[in-house]
Nanobody, 124 residues
Framework: VQLQASGGGLVQSGGSLRLSCVVS????????MGWFRQAPGKEREFVSI????????YYSTSVKGRFTISRDNTKNTVFLQMNSLKPEDTAVYYC??????????????????WGQGTQVTVSS
């Protein structure tokens, strides 16, 4: 399976962006999907997760209430709608997949399939 993330860019503080991650293959609906981010000089961190059906969603404290994760299993795509962006949201954003047969986790190390990342820059 391959993941292709897109939608990043430069936006002013308070603005919005929508990230997309298209997953190749016919088994998209069997994956838990996550968004993670990595700022310069920092470790990669959890942002949001959605379960295989899209019913269960999880968010980091720093983005809860501002970001919304969703998925369209008919289009093999997971989305991250980011509103009220702040300069501290600046990072490379990665999508990742994990088999839904495994427990849902926020741990970066437990995801073995990653997209290439898309840069999000929020100016103050």
């Amino acid at each position: 399976v391959q993941l292709q993330a897109s939608g990043g860019g430069l936006v002013q503080s308070g603005g919005s962006l929508r990230l997309s991650c298209v997953v190749s293959g016919r088994t998209f609906s069997t994956y838990t999907m996550g968004w993670f981010r990595q700022a310069p000089g920092k470790e990669r961190e959890f942002v949001s997760i959605v379960n295989w059906s899209g019913i269960l969603t999880y968010y980091s404290t720093s983005v809860k209430g501002r970001f919304t994760i969703s998925r369209d299993n008919t289009k093999n795509t997971v989305f991250l709608q980011m509103n009220s962006l702040k300069p501290e949201d600046t990072a490379v954003y990665y999508c990742a997949a994990r088999a839904s047969s495994q427990p849902i986790t926020e741990l970066v190390s437990q995801y073995d399939t990653w997209g290439q990342g898309t840069q999000v820059t929020v100016s103050s």
